[in-house]
């Protein structure tokens, strides 16, 4: 170990390098270009009710995203899962529009998708951030019937921060955040690429934007958590992510997954960085979103 190791055996310049993906990923403002160009089409081939209000702030809305059910659009089925995915940015870049693309992964099977926008540290600290995406969840259980979704069939999706975030959604109690909530809102949650323990989160490069106390740590480190009911949960990282993104998928599958756990599916899908892998969540074809829909009911 290397004498001025500061976590998991790195220094200070290997443990940046670990969690700085676009360093670790040259191309992705390309990758984010093509799913930008995707993203823009998405506003015609589906049914897209935009910068809905969930909350007090400019930045509490959301988009939801639906099936159209003929060239014209149309009256829509009533009873569709509705999945909720919480972005990612490391909690302070980023925003609910970056992401109009991934409709394409699991609308066209029926499904409802609801993007979630929140306001970003250090506008506001991780515990706001995390309280704003449980409001969200509470909102779209509470309004789901009224755009054809089945309030009892609600799941979560995150990637990077938003796999973090997927997880604390996971391990909410929902009857002591809002008193008519059931115990079990969510049915099932698919985490990507993300950041389960944030220990080294203060330690990194990050830090001086993220201001992560070690009270907000130990509040927000889902592998510190227990899920709040026994929902599923897949756990996906890509295969060319770098070790410690990988380490700490299977820690916390692991650690969630144990006897007395939840059914907690690791997933590492080869050839897969940490940008494409959102690519695979908008492929209805692909092993991942397939998964997904099946957790669903879709499949």
Same mark, same amino acid.
């Given at each position: ?12 310049t ?36 935009l ?8 930045e ?59 306001a !970003?540290?250090?506008? %506001?600290?991780? &515990? +706001?951030?995390?309280?704003?995406? $449980?409001?969200?969840? =509470?909102?779209?259980? *509470? ?89 599923? !949960?897949?756990?996906? %990282?890509?295969g &060319? +992510?770098?070790?410690?993104?990988? $380490?700490?998928?299977? =820690?916390?599958?692991? *650690? ?8 907690c ?15 695979e ?19």
């Amino acid at each position: 170990m290397p004498e001025n190791a500061i976590y998991q055996g790195y220094d200070q310049t290997g443990l940046d390098a670990q969690y700085n993906n676009r360093a670790r990923v040259p191309e992705h403002t390309d990758i984010h270009d093509v799913y930008q160009a995707q993203g823009d089409a998405v506003l015609a081939d589906f049914d897209a009710r935009l910068d809905i209000s969930y909350g007090p702030s400019a930045e509490e809305t959301l988009d939801i995203y639906l099936p159209k059910t003929g060239p014209a659009g149309g009256a829509l089925a009533d009873g569709m899962p509705v999945n909720v995915f919480l972005h990612g940015g490391y909690w302070f870049s980023r925003h609910k529009n970056d992401f109009r693309f991934l409709a394409r992964g699991m609308v066209p099977s029926g499904a409802a998708l609801v993007v979630v926008n929140y306001a !970003l540290v250090p506008s %506001v600290d991780l &515990d +706001e951030l995390v309280r704003q995406c $449980r409001a969200a969840i =509470a909102w779209t259980h *509470q309004n789901a019937a009224g755009f054809g979704g089945d309030p009892e069939r609600i799941f979560v999706s995150g990637h990077s921060a938003g796999g973090q975030l997927t997880a604390m959604m996971m391990s909410t109690v929902w009857p002591a955040f809002a008193d008519h909530l059931p115990a079990n809102v969510i049915k099932g949650g698919c985490a990507l690429s993300g950041i389960y323990d944030l220990t080294p989160m203060p330690l990194s490069y990050m830090q001086e934007t993220l201001q992560f106390t070690p009270d907000q740590v130990a509040r927000n480190s889902p592998i510190t958590l227990s899920p709040s009911t026994k929902a599923p !949960l897949i756990v996906g %990282v890509g295969g &060319d +992510e770098s070790e410690e993104f990988l $380490r700490q998928s299977q =820690a916390f599958a692991e *650690q969630w997954g144990t006897p007395g756990g939840i059914e907690c599916w690791l997933m590492t899908l080869d050839d897969i960085n940490h940008f494409t892998i959102l690519g695979e969540f908008a492929d209805p074809k692909s092993v991942l979103t397939q998964a997904v829909l099946q957790q669903m009911g879709l499949g």
